[in-house]
């Protein structure tokens, strides 16, 4: 097995949660000091499964009787914030770049912070991002979007034309191809945040990729891919086969219930549920129609996985069935024995999950977990397990089944046909050790 440790971090309730950067112990206490470390002690004999709240004992707890200032004063007004912000105790929780990954101008990947975000939405300041060449905000008065080539009727759509058809609203999951991609080298980055963190899930809002194509009269028999083209300075091309691109893509003005951010692709982006992200071109502005796969530079010279032959396999864009265990995970602490809650996300590009195990000794042994609603195809699903700690040695994993039989496989066995010299791709069980002192850490158990 091969491992990293987690690092010191901040109490949060019964366990102590990852930094996710690199500040010093001194900073860190700086930023989160006070944080509801009262759980600690008014909730330890609930945690530990007594079913009750221990009673104050000597001199009680400060924190509930006596009376904090903001209980006596007047609090701020409304407005104070022209658009909402987190608490100052939560601002550590936010996305962060990994040191060393591609660069332009600017740093090129972000990390969704996973172990600190619940249910299954994204907030939009959290998504994740992946730049080929920087983020840019444009006027959307002057954005256009074309759809040409194999059509009757060329068309060039305004903001304005598009948001006055007929929209739809759907919750999906986005991951970048290369999510987890450090784990294929045997590198065992500290946190869930580096190892899964380019997986983001939001509810978009946009118009149907059919209804546009309906429009232009696209070509039903000899119209098999379509081009999607970025307005970016790397004008991002991907070839989308027709058959997904009419059945649940869409372009997209509007994420979480407001229009979407530069950084996300505003003012309009694709959709391509269950596809790698790469796929999801942002600021979207031409869709070609054609007769075969394009070809383009970023579909035969990069997101390509190498194979153990040494040949490359191209147009590997479906997103399989993969899930991760977002708490307890790497760099957490768990602060003392008893009853932990075992939760974390499942997906699938195929459709729904089925079902996720869980086990707490490395694969050995299996028990179902309890997902979570809503459960939609094509969207994170959130699982939750109750595990009562004895206090040793433990190896957390899950395992994740879609709707069509899909089982997430072993690392090994991944390897087994891909390779090692992978990049893209990898839906392999997460493993993480829980030590004696309640220390997780990132290892893989082959």
Same mark, same amino acid.
């Given at each position: 097995m091969?491992?990293n440790?987690?690092?010191?971090?901040?109490?949060?309730?019964?366990l102590?949660?990852?930094?996710?950067?690199?500040?010093?112990?001194a900073?860190?206490?700086e930023?989160?000091?006070g944080?509801?470390?009262?759980?600690?002690?008014?909730?330890?004999a609930?945690l530990?499964?007594?079913?009750?709240?221990?009673?104050a004992?000597?001199?009680?707890?400060?924190?509930i009787?006596e009376?904090?200032a903001?209980?006596?004063?007047l609090?701020?007004?409304?407005? $104070?914030?022209?658009?909402?912000q987190?608490?100052?105790?939560?601002?550590n929780?936010?996305?962060? &770049?990994?040191p060393?990954?591609?660069?332009?101008s600017?740093?090129?990947?972000s990390?969704?912070?996973?172990?600190g975000?619940?249910?299954?939405?994204?907030p939009?300041?959290?998504?994740?991002?992946r730049?080929?060449?920087?983020?840019w905000?444009?006027?959307?008065?002057?954005?256009?979007l074309?759809?040409?080539g194999?059509?009757k009727?060329?068309?060039?759509f305004?903001m304005d034309?598009?948001?006055?058809?007929?929209?739809?609203?759907?919750?999906?999951?986005?991951? *970048?191809?290369?999510n987890?991609?450090?784990e294929w080298?045997?590198?065992?980055?500290?946190?869930?945040?580096?190892?899964?963190?380019?997986l983001?899930c *939001?509810?978009?809002?946009?118009v149907?990729l059919?209804t +546009?194509?309906?429009?232009?009269?696209?070509d039903?028999?000899?119209?098999?891919?379509?081009?999607?083209?970025?307005?970016d300075?790397?004008?991002? $091309?991907?070839?989308?086969?027709?058959?997904?691109?009419?059945?649940? *893509?869409?372009?997209?003005y509007?994420?979480?219930? &407001?229009?979407?951010?530069? &950084?996300?692709?505003?003012?309009?982006?694709?959709?391509a549920p269950?596809i790698?992200?790469?796929s999801?071109?942002?600021w979207l502005?031409?869709?070609?129609?054609?007769?075969m796969?394009?070809?383009?530079?970023?579909?035969?010279?990069?997101?390509?996985?190498l194979m153990?032959?040494?040949?490359h396999?191209?147009?590997?864009?479906?997103?399989?069935?993969?899930?991760?265990?977002t708490?307890?995970s790497?760099?957490?602490?768990?602060l003392?024995?008893?009853?932990?809650?075992?939760?974390?996300?499942?997906?699938?590009?195929?459709?729904k999950?089925?079902?996720?195990?869980?086990?707490?000794?490395?694969?050995?042994?299996?028990?179902?977990?309890? +997902?979570?609603?809503p459960?939609?195809?094509?969207? +994170?699903?959130?699982?939750?397990f109750g595990?009562v700690?004895?206090?040793?040695?433990?190896?957390?994993?899950?395992?994740?089944?879609?709707?069509?039989?899909?089982v997430?496989p072993?690392?090994?066995?991944?390897?087994?046909?891909?390779g090692?010299?992978?990049?893209?791709?990898n839906?392999a069980?997460?493993?993480?050790?829980?030590? &004696?002192?309640?220390?997780?850490?990132?290892?893989?158990?082959?």
């Amino acid at each position: 097995m091969a491992e990293n440790p987690g690092m010191p971090v901040r109490p949060s309730g019964r366990l102590l949660r990852a930094p996710e950067h690199f500040l010093s112990p001194a900073q860190i206490a700086e930023v989160t000091a006070g944080r509801r470390g009262f759980l600690r002690g008014a909730f330890a004999a609930a945690l530990a499964g007594t079913g009750g709240v221990a009673a104050a004992q000597g001199t009680g707890d400060a924190n509930i009787l006596e009376l904090p200032a903001h209980t006596k004063g007047l609090g701020q007004p409304v407005a $104070t914030h022209g658009y909402g912000q987190p608490s100052q105790y939560e601002r550590n929780l936010q996305r962060r &770049e990994s040191p060393g990954l591609t660069r332009v101008s600017a740093a090129s990947v972000s990390f969704a912070p996973l172990q600190g975000m619940f249910g299954i939405i994204t907030p939009n300041g959290l998504h994740f991002e992946r730049h080929h060449q920087g983020w840019w905000d444009i006027d959307p008065s002057k954005h256009r979007l074309m759809i040409n080539g194999l059509v009757k009727n060329p068309l060039v759509f305004t903001m304005d034309d598009l948001m006055r058809l007929p929209s739809v609203s759907r919750m999906h999951f986005i991951e *970048c191809g290369a999510n987890t991609g450090m784990e294929w080298g045997n590198v065992a980055v500290p946190t869930v945040q580096y190892t899964h963190g380019m997986l983001s899930c *939001c509810e978009f809002t946009g118009v149907a990729l059919s209804t +546009l194509l309906d429009m232009a009269g696209y070509d039903k028999k000899a119209g098999k891919y379509i081009l999607v083209e970025g307005a970016d300075g790397s004008s991002m $091309t991907r070839t989308v086969a027709m058959e997904r691109a009419l059945d649940d *893509c869409m372009v997209a003005y509007a994420m979480n219930g &407001e229009m979407l951010r530069p &950084e996300n692709g505003y003012p309009l982006r694709m959709v391509a549920p269950g596809i790698q992200g790469v796929s999801w071109v942002k600021w979207l502005r031409r869709i070609e129609v054609g007769d075969m796969p394009y070809g383009t530079k970023d579909e035969t010279l990069h997101y390509v996985d190498l194979m153990p032959d040494g040949l490359h396999r191209q147009y590997t864009s479906i997103q399989e069935c993969k899930s991760v265990i977002t708490s307890p995970s790497g760099g957490q602490t768990l602060l003392d024995k008893g009853f932990h809650n075992i939760t974390g996300l499942a997906w699938s590009g195929r459709g729904k999950i089925r079902r996720v195990d869980v086990s707490t000794d490395g694969g050995r042994n299996w028990r179902t977990a309890k +997902l979570e609603s809503p459960i939609l195809s094509k969207c +994170l699903t959130r699982f939750n397990f109750g595990w009562v700690w004895d206090g040793g040695p433990a190896i957390l994993q899950s395992r994740a089944i879609d709707d069509t039989g899909y089982v997430q496989p072993k690392i090994n066995q991944l390897r087994a046909v891909r390779g090692t010299r992978s990049i893209y791709h990898n839906n392999a069980i997460q493993s993480w050790r829980v030590a &004696e002192g309640g220390e997780v850490s990132n290892v893989q158990v082959y």
